[in-house]
């Protein structure tokens, strides 16, 4: 319907052009009128897109995909999510056929409830399926909903730093200004609590993305912020089947809240998105439930994946201490930082732009030179804060044994080559 307005225009201009000229050897100035004329028309593009089209991720993604490179970059698994959850969506797949159809927009019933259940008792709330939960593509669909929901024009929009680089885009898409904030520390429960009187104080709706709960090691505790006196009610709590079940391909995520925060994001997903994979869900459904049963005992998925993990940290730490790095140890998710300013201070002269962060530089060098991928830290920071944080790249260690053994070879070939 636009698009056919848009020909019809262009239709009426070209017929306004085309009369003065009928009969006439006229077509250099036809073209050079017409030129004119749609050039002065609007601009093709949403001006929310504007200054948003580029994304770091593409230009990285390709360098790695180029050459025999290890990929330490991306955040995704490289091996097989739990048996329960695949035999759950072979059986999704493969059982009630009605499985194939549409179910309820917000999300698949037995979802639902489960995330209900299980959340509920995490956070303290007693939650109800219909109310409390809402059922997205992904946690970035989730992100998205929750954005286009609650940030009006003008608003202000504050992002911790580091941030997950879609924050923000999607906060100037929504008409928000972006107010960034770095990071020092990792948070304690009393950083916790200071945001939350913070929020409070000042009538502030928080949204934390919590992708990462079961991924946390050396005996550390996640803290939901929506736990704390005061939170629940204008807190929206994200998370996803993907990180939770290494099965990030099925993209499906959830926002978990108040009633009074959550309908505004069922207005915004039922206009656009309107419902998620039904297959998908029922398969969640079922690994939630299995995990339900098996909650906080050795069997359990979210007491063996951080144990498993954590070793897969360990490892690469010692790994790229061999060649210099100095890996900062995490508590928690995918990823390890790592500090390069030694690298920075014997290298300073990389190729590339005079104004390019040195990370992104050491980047792409140590994609081409060693073979191995990793991701610039800059990206995740706000543009004047860019040049403060250019000396960290960012390596994930969800990965399978022999993705790690392939990085030893590329850092033991890199340890010979330091050799005099």
């Given at each position: 319907?636009?698009?056919g307005?848009?020909?019809?225009?262009?239709?009426?201009?070209?017929?306004?052009?085309?009369?003065?000229?009928?009969?006439?050897?006229?077509?250099?100035?036809?073209?050079?009128?017409?030129?004119?004329?749609?050039?002065?028309?609007?601009?093709?593009?949403?001006?929310?897109?504007?200054?948003i089209?580029?994304?770091?991720?593409v230009?990285?993604?390709?360098?790695?995909?180029?050459?025999?490179?290890?990929?330490?970059?991306?955040?995704?698994?490289?091996?097989?999510p739990?048996?329960?959850?695949?035999?759950?969506?072979?059986?999704?797949?493969?059982?009630?056929?009605?499985?194939?159809?549409?179910?309820?927009?917000?999300?698949?019933?037995?979802?639902?409830?489960?995330?209900?259940?299980?959340?509920?008792?995490?956070?303290?709330?007693?939650?109800?399926?219909?109310?409390?939960?809402?059922?997205?593509?992904?946690?970035?669909?989730a992100l998205?909903?929750?954005?286009?929901?609650?940030?009006d024009?003008?608003?202000?929009?504050?992002?911790?730093?580091?941030?997950?680089?879609?924050?923000?885009?999607?906060?100037?898409?929504?008409?928000?200004?972006?107010?960034?904030?770095?990071?020092?520390?990792?948070?304690?429960?009393?950083?916790l609590e200071?945001?939350?009187?913070?929020?409070?104080?000042?009538?502030?709706?928080?949204?934390t993305?919590?992708?990462?709960?079961?991924?946390?090691?050396?005996g550390?505790?996640?803290?939901?912020?929506?736990?704390?006196?005061?939170?629940?009610?204008?807190?929206?709590?994200?998370?996803?089947?993907?990180?939770?079940?290494?099965?990030?391909?099925?993209?499906?995520?959830?926002?978990?809240?108040?009633?009074?925060?959550?309908?505004?994001?069922?207005?915004?997903?039922?206009n656009?998105?309107?419902h998620?994979?039904?297959?998908?869900?029922?398969?969640?459904?079922?690994?939630?439930?299995?995990?339900?049963l098996?909650f906080?005992?050795?069997?359990?998925?979210?007491?063996?994946?951080?144990?498993?993990?954590?070793?897969?940290?360990?490892?690469?730490i010692?790994s790229?201490?061999?060649?210099?790095?100095?890996?900062?140890?995490?508590?928690?998710?995918?990823?390890l930082?790592?500090?390069?300013?030694?690298?920075?201070s014997?290298m300073?002269?990389l190729?590339?732009?005079?104004?390019?962060?040195?990370?992104?530089?050491?980047?792409?060098?140590?994609?081409?030179?060693?073979?191995l991928?990793?991701?610039?830290?800059?990206?995740?920071?706000s543009?004047?804060?860019?040049?403060?944080?250019?000396?960290?790249?960012?390596?994930?260690?969800?990965?399978?044994?022999?993705?790690?053994?392939?990085?030893?070879?590329?850092?033991?070939?890199?340890?010979?080559?330091l050799?005099?």
């Amino acid at each position: 319907m636009a698009l056919g307005g848009m020909f019809r225009n262009a239709a009426a201009i070209y017929l306004h052009l085309v009369g003065p000229f009928r009969g006439k050897k006229s077509g250099a100035s036809l073209a050079r009128c017409l030129h004119q004329t749609l050039v002065m028309t609007k601009q093709l593009q949403a001006r929310r897109l504007n200054g948003i089209d580029h994304n770091p991720w593409v230009e990285f993604v390709k360098l790695a995909s180029e050459a025999d490179v290890v990929n330490l970059g991306q955040g995704f698994p490289d091996f097989a999510p739990p048996d329960f959850a695949v035999e759950a969506f072979q059986h999704a797949v493969s059982g009630d056929f009605m499985l194939n159809q549409y179910t309820k927009a917000f999300g698949y019933p037995p979802l639902t409830k489960i995330l209900a259940s299980f959340f509920g008792k995490l956070l303290g709330q007693d939650m109800d399926p219909l109310k409390n939960v809402l059922v997205t593509v992904g946690a970035y669909g989730a992100l998205f909903t929750a954005f286009q929901a609650l940030v009006d024009e003008g608003d202000e929009v504050i992002i911790i730093e580091p941030f997950f680089d879609c924050y923000e885009p999607m906060t100037l898409m929504a008409g928000g200004r972006p107010v960034f904030v770095s990071l020092k520390l990792v948070f304690s429960r009393a950083e916790l609590e200071l945001v939350a009187s913070l929020c409070q104080q000042h009538d502030v709706v928080c949204i934390t993305d919590e992708v990462y709960q079961w991924l946390v090691y050396d005996g550390c505790q996640h803290v939901s912020i929506a736990t704390l006196p005061g939170m629940w009610e204008r807190t929206l709590t994200i998370g996803s089947a993907g990180k939770t079940f290494s099965a990030t391909g099925w993209k499906v995520g959830w926002v978990l809240g108040p009633e009074s925060l959550l309908k505004h994001l069922r207005t915004v997903h039922q206009n656009s998105i309107f419902h998620c994979p039904t297959q998908a869900q029922a398969a969640v459904a079922q690994s939630f439930e299995r995990e339900q049963l098996h909650f906080g005992q050795p069997s359990s998925y979210f007491v063996q994946l951080p144990q498993a993990i954590q070793r897969c940290r360990d490892h690469m730490i010692q790994s790229l201490k061999s060649v210099g790095l100095r890996p900062v140890i995490p508590q928690g998710s995918y990823f390890l930082i790592t500090d390069i300013s030694e690298f920075k201070s014997k290298m300073p002269n990389l190729p590339g732009a005079a104004d390019e962060p040195y990370d992104r530089r050491f980047v792409k060098w140590m994609i081409k030179n060693k073979g191995l991928m990793a991701i610039p830290v800059s990206i995740f920071y706000s543009v004047p804060h860019q040049k403060l944080f250019d000396h960290y790249i960012r390596f994930c260690f969800m990965k399978d044994e022999s993705t790690l053994q392939a990085m030893d070879k590329k850092l033991q070939k890199w340890k010979d080559d330091l050799r005099p």
